[in-house]
């Protein structure tokens, strides 16, 4: 370490035999009591006698030691005692001593000797305290008890490097109402003043006391705000044996004078460059206190900090400045007492907990559940948490960056400059964790990453539970106070498996469904009308945080937070609580895929491909211009694991719909020949991706009982609604979704509705295709946010026809979609037959629902049609209990290509029919003969998509049908019915 510079207040490395004053001068006294910080009712109770001191040169005989008046003797012991009241120093030569003399006189004006700013073995050399022996030998007045340098530690010049940490700190002691700018112009003086590299334990105060105040030989005064006196040769005095300190209880032991030894208490030139540079691994065990040689080391890393002073109790003991923010000092203290900073700056003082006193907040199960990819709580171990830790309130902050080489936090609570703020690396798990006090909720933060070719970086926190509003990018500490209503609907919610139940699904964006509504807002609205629609569900496009709302929350960079910009977590919270009040269960899309590369967010977070896959080609998305997820890497899944229960136990969300699973599962998605690797089998499978999948499915359906899962998946993989132990054909256990959404069911049916009706003929088993494999896996129908936009136009614009048409066009397609294996997905604005495209930047055109509009019937009544498709759905159990079940469906025609016409029976497990018809052509077909079954007395309409009320051309059946003998369509029975044009009929048992 760098030896501090010499200077008048701090008396340097000294010579073999050098001389001090035999008694500082009246000047020098005078000098060093207006050095001496002291304050304000010591100072004027202790004015008199110091001028009274200074003017008649007496001694002071009762000075106590503010500290460790009598705890000094064994640093004194290790240092070269000076010569007492003019004498030789023993075993030294008279020539050496003549020099030292003399060199100690030209020093005598610089060298400010008075007993509260020189060591106990200074004070020795030239005015004793009073209560200093020597192996239990009183001293004469005016001397001070010789002691063998040989004894304890060697060298003279060992000695006299020595300082106390304390000296320094009386040497920068300024009165309590000093003001900055004379603060700061003490502490430049301190620093000319700085003792050498090799200090030792803090200096004993002296306190001017009156008799009866201060017994001889105490070894501490009552007040322990660290000063310095002047004090004049004061006749040694014998401490009592073991003695403890003055004070109260939270004065702590002093270190007897047989365990002194020096030591230097400030930072090393390595750990001080290590810090400053942002890149210590361990701060806490160089900062903070802690047990050395001689006492506690106090280290303060506090940067534009003008003093920082330790408190413990009574204890006030002002640390040494040694330069660019550290501050250091040695107390002779036995152990490490709770203590707080009072740091001063400019035009401000502080009192703080020292954030480098505490012990790490993570344990070793956290960090070895981490490393092995199973922290399934990992949010509540990485982030920012408000807690209380060791009795102290503050901020936990962790953070996983394996490859830094160094993590500082910064925010709002420093100003934006984490260098004094250094986070500790926990072992090898590649966390990094620091407890800051006194930083709570709301405070904004950041990380700052060292990256390993040592340049920085600023990072929100992957597992931030909230953050700034869009294009802000930081995170924010928050914490959740919000109290539930929705036990009722939770415990209901695992009576059935999804696709045993009704399961209608609207699909919402909520930052453009009614545009400007925050989430509480939109609370007040959404549940009533999902609820009179008669939807069983909401599906919430993403709402995780992401950058850009054209990605419509595709492109999430805060997995853990709900978007900012429609209100607070717990806001979001209020939300769902009231969807499920109303009976509504809540899905959301979920994208563990990919992510953006935004150099704020997760792109090589820490200097290193880290959630990305270290392969270039693995780790682009070749049609996102996005990064994938590592799914081999274990902290990688374990953090989308994680969140995937995250959101199902912190936000009750009921199920989650799993975004581009088709781009995960394939190596070579994408991707043209050599541009891929091939898996260890040689396949194009991704391997790591089925791993994940799996244990992201068995996770959350183990923790959270009612919640469903489901697939975007748009290719034939096998198994993807299979339990995970299940192997299928390919040698794959199953993804363990609970739902699949049949893409091939969408393509193939709007395909057909889009041919002029002349023309379906040909395009017949578009229609027909999807019973082919129907029962493959747990299919959801979904009529989703893809579906109409860029370009793909609208559900009514995708029909052919005039306007009537178009509408009866999707009534009737409605109506199919309905009765047709499977659940059912509806996204918004479809239900009220929007013409427009949907745009996230004004959201559904509502205006055609106003009654002042000419055509608000048309749109009024497929709305209606929609309420009356989901309220008959769920009152009809054939319409779902058996949608994964082949004996839930039989067809009664499906081959009348020439007539437009489809039509089959749904059951339900006790065999209780729904007949479903419906007629893609633009003409009524009377008398219609369908085979029935034979027992079924007659049939009724349950519905009608052509009934005058939803704007058709009102071509029902009014009354029962009854069955005739007629065999038709290899059935015994047969009736005949009159089908709408365009239309889709619903008939039941009468």
């Known amino acids: 370490m760098t030896p501090r510079p010499e200077s008048s207040g701090s008396r340097p490395k000294g010579t073999a035999g050098e001389k001090i004053p035999e008694q500082p001068t009246a000047a020098q006294q005078k000098s060093a009591a207006k050095k001496t910080a002291v304050p304000k009712q010591a100072a004027a109770k202790k004015a008199a006698p110091a001028k009274k001191a200074a003017a008649a040169k007496t001694t002071v005989g009762k000075t106590v030691a503010k500290k460790a008046a009598t705890r000094k003797a064994a640093a004194e012991k290790t240092a070269v005692e000076q010569p007492a009241a003019g004498t030789a120093t023993a075993k030294k030569t008279t020539a050496k001593k003549t020099a030292a003399k003399k060199s100690a006189a030209k020093k005598a004006t610089t060298v400010k ?69 004379k603060a700061a112009a003490k502490k430049a003086a301190t620093a000319r003043k700085t003792a050498p590299a090799t200090s030792t334990v803090a200096k004993r105060p002296a306190k001017k006391t009156t008799a009866g105040r201060a017994p001889a030989g105490e070894a501490v005064a009552k007040k322990s705000a660290v000063k310095n006196a002047p004090a004049r040769k004061a006749p040694a005095r014998k401490a009592p044996a073991g003695q403890a300190p003055a004070g109260g209880a939270g004065s702590a032991q002093l270190v007897p004078p047989e365990m002194e030894v020096a030591v230097s208490p400030a930072v090393d030139a390595v750990d001080r460059e290590r810090l400053l540079a942002g890149t210590h691994h361990a701060p806490h065990s160089v900062l903070g206190a802690h047990p050395v040689p001689g006492g506690i080391a106090f280290r303060a890393f506090r940067p534009y900090a003008l003093s920082v002073t330790v408190v413990s109790g009574e204890l006030r003991a002002e640390l040494h400045n040694d330069g660019e923010g550290f501050f250091s000092g040695l107390l002779p203290l036995r152990e490490v007492p709770a203590y707080r900073l009072v740091v001063e700056y400019e035009g401000t003082v502080l009192e703080t907990e020292d954030a480098y006193r505490f012990l790490p907040t993570l344990g070793d199960l956290d960090l070895h559940l981490i490393g092995e990819g199973r922290h399934e709580e990992l949010w509540t171990a990485l982030g920012a948490h408000p807690m209380t830790h060791e009795g102290v309130t503050g901020t936990r902050f962790a953070v996983w960056a394996p490859n830094a080489r160094g993590v500082r936090v910064t925010g709002t609570f420093n100003f934006w400059d984490g260098t004094g703020h250094v986070m500790r690396s926990l072992g090898s798990s590649g966390v990094w964790e620091l407890f800051l006090p006194d930083v709570g909720e709301g405070e904004l933060y950041k990380f700052e990453i060292t990256r390993p070719d040592g340049s920085k970086t600023l990072r929100a926190d992957p597992l931030a539970r909230r953050t700034e509003v869009p294009p802000a990018t930081s995170s924010v500490i928050t914490s959740s106070e919000y109290e539930w209503g929705d036990a009722e609907w939770l415990a209901r919610r695992a009576g059935a498996p999804a696709h045993e139940a009704p399961f209608s699904v609207y699909e919402i964006h909520l930052p453009s469904w009614r545009p400007g509504l925050t989430y509480r807002q939109l609370a007040e609205q959404l549940p009533g009308y999902v609820k009179n629609l008669g939807f069983t569900h909401v599906e919430l496009m993403p709402v995780a945080e992401h950058p850009f709302g054209g990605s419509w929350g595709y492109q999430v960079t805060g997995f853990y937070a709900p978007t900012a910009r429609l209100g607070t977590p717990d806001d979001f919270r209020y939300l769902v609580d009231s969807l499920h009040r109303a009976g509504i269960g809540v899905l959301m899309d979920w994208v563990p895929a990919h992510f953006p590369r935004d150099d704020w967010a997760l792109a090589e977070f820490d200097g290193k491909p880290l959630y990305e896959h270290e392969d270039p080609l693995r780790a682009a998305h070749p049609d996102w211009g996005t990064l994938e997820f590592d799914f081999g890497r274990n902290e990688v899944r374990n953090f989308l694991v994680a969140n995937a229960v995250y959101w199902c136990e912190e936000f009750h969300i009921d199920g989650l719909r799993v975004d581009a699973v088709a781009s995960m ?85 709007l395909q057909y509705m889009s041919h002029e009706p002349v023309h379906r003929k040909y395009h017949h088993g578009e229609m027909t295709f999807s019973m082919v494999y129907a ?15 860029h370009g793909k136009r609208s559900l009514v614009s ?36 929007q013409g427009a495209e949907w745009s996230e930047a004004h959201g559904p055109d509502w205006w055609l629902l106003d009654p002042g509009y000419g055509a608000e019937p048309d749109h009024r009544g497929v709305r209606d049609l929609v309420r009356d498709l989901n309220t008959v759905y769920r009152a009809t159990p054939a319409l779902w209990r058996l949608d994964t ?106």
């Not at 979609?817 to 996204?827: D, I, R, V």
């Not at 052509?946 to 009354?959: L, T």
Request: hydrophobic share 40%; proline share 7%; charged share 20%.
């Open 665 to 749: 599962l394939y190596l070579d998605y994408s991707r043209e020949p050599g541009q891929w690797t091939p898996n260890e089998h040689g396949g194009r499978e991704n391997l790591d991706a089925v791993a994940f999948l799996q244990e992201m499915n068995a996770t959350v359906y183990r923790r959270v009982p009612g919640v469903v899962t489901i697939a975007e998946e748009s290719t034939a993989w096998d198994g993807v609604t299979r339990a995970t132990h299940h192997k299928g054909p390919s040698g794959f256990g199953g993804l363990g979704f609970g739902l699949k959404w049949n893409m091939g069911w969408m393509h193939d049916s």
């Open 775 to 789: 029962y493959s896996e747990n299919y959801v129908l979904p009529i989703s946010h893809d579906e109409v936009v």
């Open 885 to 990: 079940d082949p004996a839930g469906f039989e067809w009664i025609v499906g081959d009348a290509a020439d007539d437009n016409v489809l039509a089959f029976l749904r059951l339900d497990p006790e065999g209780v029919p729904v007949l479903a018809v419906s007629n893609f052509a633009p003409v009524t077909r009377q008398d219609y003969r369908l085979g029935v079954p034979d027992d079924v007395p007659a049939w009724h309409e349950a519905l009608n998509t052509d009934a005058a009320r939803y704007g058709g051309s009102d071509v029902i059946n009014p009354d029962p049908v009854k069955p005739e003998p007629q065999s038709w369509h290899g059935r015994p029975a047969s009736i005949r019915l009159t089908l709408p044009p365009l239309a889709t009929v619903w008939l039941r048992p009468a």
């Open 798 to 833: 995708k029909m052919p026809g005039d306007w009537w048409q178009q509408r009866a066009g999707v009534r009737s397609y409605l109506g199919f979609m309905w009765a047709h294996p499977g659940k059912q997905l509806l996204f918004m604005g479809q239900e009220f037959a």
């Open 113 to 181: 000797a008075t007993a509260a700013k020189t060591t106990a073995v200074k004070a020795a050399a030239s005015k004793s305290t009073a209560t200093e022996t020597v192996a239990g030998k009183a001293a004469a007045a005016k001397t001070t008890a010789k002691k063998t340098p040989a004894k304890k530690a060697g060298t003279a010049e060992r000695a006299a490097a020595t300082t106390t940490a304390a000296e320094a700190v009386a040497k920068k002691a300024t009165p309590a109402k000093a003001t900055a700018k």
